[in-house]
């Protein structure tokens, strides 16, 4: 049955529904219908309604809900000169060694870093280490910088738009590899990270802070845009870096011998702010 499931995600327009609901989203509604569209949502999938900020009137549309913020406090950053925080919260599903040049998207199968990175950049994690965080439709949607530096640039890479849940990633090899995608490349003291944003069936859109580039558009083509060094956006620990308009996937990478991971098991929940690891 799964393998079904998979077959028809793989023939049918994932890209053009997703676009669709993702102009939706962005539509004004009325707030009485809009409120108790939230508020089943809400019960739904589990949504912290005590933390998030409610503007003055009211959401406007699903995407100011989706795109939330939260009160101050909620989050916690790790202020430690070598620590590496979540940028989201999240479950965080894989994690480890980069072997080669081989990336684990689930026990047994991998992608490529060419594949994930389709140009000379990704020789900068051959025998890194990455993390895998996955985001649930009730999750904040925000994306917040796992490090301090300097944005050096970013790939927009358009792709497919299937679904990422648990069946999927165990089903489907490559799969973040063939997702959209929308890479940072941060440079800090300690070497570079890139912040690989992946998105997902019914996620309208990925933003960025510092950029005004998003995926999922009509007309899409793959761009990478390196900053001239002395006009690199800064970000900071924990900053705002970006937003998913509904949950998906951020696979986080390293360079060789950079960090040290913490101890976690597949499975554990983080939170914006929390460390996941340190620099060596």
């Known amino acids: 049955m799964k393998a079904f499931t998979i077959f028809l995600f793989r ?6 529904l997703s676009r669709c609901l993702g102009y939706a989203a962005r539509l004004a509604v009325p707030s009485f219908i809009l409120g108790p569209i939230i508020a089943w ?18 959401f ?20 430690g000169k ?26 047994g199968m991998g992608y490529r870093l060419d594949e994930l990175i389709p140009s000379d950049y990704h020789k900068n994690f051959i025998d890194g280490s990455f993390i895998t965080l996955y985001l649930s439709p009730g999750d904040y949607h925000r994306i917040h910088s796992p490090i301090g530096g300097e944005v050096a640039g970013y790939f927009a890479l358009p792709g497919r738009l299937l679904t990422v849940q648990e069946y ?20 800090t003291g300690n070497g570079m990270v890139a ?16 950029d005004g580039v998003e995926t999922n558009r009509a007309f899409r083509r793959r761009v990478e845009h390196f900053y001239p060094a002395n006009a690199r956006p800064r ?26 991971i913490d101890a976690f098991e597949a499975g554990d929940r983080v939170r914006v702010g929390e460390r996941i690891a340190m620099f060596r």
């Open 235 to 260: 970000v900071e620990k924990g900053g705002d870096l970006g937003a998913f308009h509904l949950g998906s996937t951020i696979v986080l990478l390293f360079q060789k011998d950079a960090i040290k």
């Open 11 to 16: 023939i049918i327009p994932t890209s053009l």
């Open 60 to 79: 406007v549309c699903l995407d100011d809900f989706f795109t939330r913020r939260l009160k101050p406090g909620v989050h916690v950053v790790d202020r």
């Open 195 to 210: 912040v690989v944003k992946v998105g997902a069936m019914n996620v309208g859109r990925i933003t960025v802070s510092y």
């Open 168 to 187: 999927m990633v165990k089903g489907l090899p490559g799969l973040f590899a063939k997702n959209e995608r929308l890479i940072s490349y941060i440079e």
């Open 41 to 58: 949502y809400s019960a739904k999938f589990g949504v912290r309604t005590d933390e998030m900020v409610r503007p003055d009137g009211g």
């Open 82 to 107: 070598k620590s590496i925080v979540s940028p989201v919260d999240a479950r965080i599903d894989q994690f480890g060694s980069i072997e080669g040049a081989t990336v684990f998207q689930a026990k």
